[in-house]
């Protein structure tokens, strides 16, 4: 914030602390916190570790968010494919991945003949504002995820191993409940 004070065009840095800048520090506990999945989309193993990313839930770019930029309620291990989805942009309805009460069964549903994900029809007017914008600005229902769910959801039928943490998409698997209608 004092950078910025000073010039305007400053781009947000993490601190460094004992010879590490902060996101090596943060990173380990965010990513141990959503089983080392993406917080957003789910997608597992973020192989690359250039991928794996720390979010600003509240943008650091948006000067409204700057003081945010190190509150931990603000910060999540996140994918790159949803990092460059989003961007900067921010969207008051944007719905926390670890908002409390939060039922993916309450925001969204999937179609399992394409892998989409939608609104869920039984969602209230408010949560569907707040799913309609989340799949918006992180990109849940481009092309590439619903394929991505697909495929996902065919190794996990042929496969005997159950430990679900191991898997992405865990709400697609799990919602699927053994229907083996995908082709
Ligand atoms: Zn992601």
């Known amino acids: 914030m004092e950078l910025r004070r000073r010039n305007p065009g400053a781009q947000f840095q993490w601190y460094e602390v004992d010879g590490r800048d902060a996101r090596e520090w943060l990173l380990p506990d965010l990513k141990a916190m959503t089983q080392g999945h993406c917080a957003f989309c789910d997608t597992f193993p973020l192989e690359d570790r250039t991928l794996e990313s720390i979010e600003h839930f509240k943008p650091k770019a948006d000067q409204r968010f700057e003081a945010h930029a190190y509150d931990w309620t603000n910060l999540y291990f996140c994918c790159g494919l949803c990092q460059s989805e989003k961007g900067v942009s921010w969207d008051d309805d944007l719905l926390r991945p670890d908002h409390e009460n ?39 229902d481009i092309q590439e995820r619903r394929r991505m769910r697909q495929l996902e959801l065919r190794k996990w039928q042929k496969s005997s191993d159950r430990d679900i943490d191991e898997w992405a998409y865990r709400d697609y698997l799990q919602n699927d409940a053994g229907d083996n209608s995908v082709s």
Request: hydrophobic share 40%; proline share 3%; net charge neutral.
């Open 102 to 140: 939060y039922r993916f069964d309450a925001y969204f549903q999937f179609d399992y003949t394409n892998g989409a994900m939608t609104p869920s029809s039984l969602a209230t007017e408010q949560a569907i504002n707040q799913a309609k914008a989340t799949i918006k600005a992180y990109g849940l």
